[in-house]
Structures are given as structure tokens and as C-alpha cells.
């Protein structure tokens, strides 16, 4: 699956500290470390990395979408790091109150955070966040992006998002469409596509995607931004049509169905995504073994066709090209619940 044009997801030019320091790391499973001023006590004379398995902290339950991506691609980067990463989800609070452990944590490479999407909408719209993720964090890399796609019932007339549009002009009506919860990043691609067209819309929260899935499919909304893994098995069996994937290019899982801008509305490119990170200050030689080895999971074929299973793309990069995209994200997300007027309810 190629990457989307705007996040480039090659990791050539990697500041690597040797050469060969991914065959070293995936013989070894270590980088040792000199006398290093982040070292505590005794332990600067010398430490190898990782000497244990590290933490990822996954701000969300245990089953969803960035836990499921985390996990399949930190079992696979485990065989190169020589330690298998343990998986800790702690949800609730908006992801802050497991960002904020992660922000705390000693900056020794053995306490990380899938960050969410979310991290970059929280400060849209609300201002008492007790960090900054852009001075706290130390960016890895992205590991995997969650497109979405628009479906409808499948009587609907509409085949396409250009004919959906003008067919909500026409009748003079905004259009319906619900999503798992209110600022949530299907709710913003929704707005976006209102922004992008001119159209009016009017979103519906529901408490999870299923209950908006089943009023998509009575007819009660026009349409719903919903994740591949929840609406494929109703699209396979007909009880749903897709009319686009919001990420720039298909999507493996869904061949056949084109893209939101190939219908007409050129640069919309939509997903969830969870990366990885750090506490700001880790040291730059464990932030490249962190680097080199999750991005040898995301060429894996076997954890891309997991993930494919998933509806998630594996995407990976340097952790400059991370914090551009996370950036990019954040003023373009901020601008849509400006101008969309999104209130949290």
C-alpha cells in the first residue's frame, strides 16, 4: 500500500549511530550506551539498551483500534529490540491522564506512548491540558494509520460523495451523519467535508459506532464516517454501502471503492493514526534503536496483512517527519472546530 503524499513515510536518512545498527539491534537486541549524563548513579559507567522489556502505555481499553495496531506491530519490533514491549492501557480522561505518565516517566527509552490522534484535538478544546505534548514528548515515529470510510443505507440513490453533496443542496436539507462520539476524529472528517463542499451538515453523537452503524443502515442518517473494521462486514454482505475511504489513496481492504478526493474534492485526506513516543529528553541513540526497529515491523508482510485484517496501514518514519505530521494535524483540526464551531457536549 503506498503512503499518503502528505506524510512521507520513508525512513531514509535516519540519523543512524553506526552503521548496521539495525542488523546490530535485531542480532543483539542491544545498543550499549557509554558514560551518558542520563544515567543514574552507578549505572552511567555503562548500560546496555534495552536491558529490559519496555512499557507502552495505550491511552485507551484494551480491543480498539490503536490498542490492536500497537500491539501487532510492538510484538514484531520485540523480536528486532531482542525484549518484547509490554502493553499497558490505561483509558479514560481523554488520553491526558496517560500522556501525563508518560510525560513524568524517567527518560530512559523504558516507558513509551502510543499517541493517539486525540493528542493533537485535546488542545482545541480545552486549555487546562498539563503538559504540552510538543515540549514533553520526544517524537519515534508514526506506526499505523486508521482510515476511515463513508458508507450508506444501500438504497440510497447516492453512489458518490459529489453526488451526495449536490444532492443535499438540492434538497434544501443538512446532511445527517453520525459517529462514535462528538470530537472524535470521524465527527471532524465529517465537518471537513461540510467545510470542503459548502454544504450544511448536522452531526449526530452516538456511544460507539454500532448504534450509528444501525441507524445508517434504517435510513435515520444519511451517512456515517466510520472505521474499516467496524463497517466491513456489513458492506461484504450488502447491508451497507461505501461510497469513499477518506485517506488520499485505496485502501488494501477495500480495492474497489475510491477516494474522497478522487471524487472531486482534491486534498482531503483523513485518518486516525497512533504513533510512538517518549519523555522528552531520551537519548537520541535509543530513540534511533526505538525508530529502526518499529519501522522493520511496519515492512513486515505478515503485520501488514494483520493490520490490513484491521483496517489500519502500517506507515512509519523519522521522528522529524513525525513531528511535522503532528503539527500539520493539529492546525489542521483546530481550524475545522474553529471553523465548524464544534463544541464538546
Known sequence: MPPADRFPLSPEGLPLRRRGLLRGAAALGTVTLGAAAWLPGAARAQEAWPSRSPTIIVP?????????????????????????????????????????????????????????????????????????????????????????????????????????????????????????????????????????????????????????????????????????????????SGTLKALAVTTAQRVASLPEVPTVAEQGFPGYDVSAWVALAAPRGTPAPVITVLNQAFSAATRDEAVASRLGTLGAVPAWGSPAELTRFMEAEAQLWAKVITDAKVRME
Open 60 to 236: 485507551f481499553a484494551a480491543g480498539g483500534g490503536v490498542d490492536v495496531a500497537t500491539r501487532t506491530i510492538a510484538e514484531k519490533a520485540g523480536d528486532v529490540l531482542g525484549k518484547r514491549p509490554v502493553i499497558e492501557n490505561r483509558g479514560g480522561g481523554s488520553t491526558i491522564p496517560a500522556t501525563q505518565a508518560v510525560t513524568r516517566a524517567q527518560p530512559d527509552g523504558y516507558t513509551l506512548l502510543a499517541v493517539p490522534t486525540t493528542t493533537v484535538i485535546n488542545p482545541a478544546f480545552r486549555s487546562d491540558i498539563p503538559y504540552d505534548w510538543k515540549t514533553a514528548l520526544e517524537p519515534v515515529g508514526l506506526v499505523a494509520r486508521l482510515p476511515f470510510v463513508v458508507v450508506t443505507r444501500p438504497a440510497s440513490p447516492v453512489r458518490t460523495m459529489s453526488e451526495l453533496a449536490e444532492a443535499t443542496r438540492k434538497s434544501g436539507q443538512p446532511l445527517t451523519f453520525g459517529s462514535g462520539g462528538t470530537g472524535t476524529v470521524a465527527h471532524l472528517a465529517g465537518e471537513l467535508f461540510g467545510l470542503r463542499t459548502g454544504i450544511e451538515t448536522q452531526h449526530i453523537p452516538y456511544r460507539g459506532e454500532a448504534p450509528a452503524l444501525t441507524d445508517t443502515i434504517s435510513g435515520n442518517l444519511d451517512v456515517m464516517f466510520c472505521t474499516l473494521a467496524s463497517a466491513a462486514g456489513q458492506i461484504a
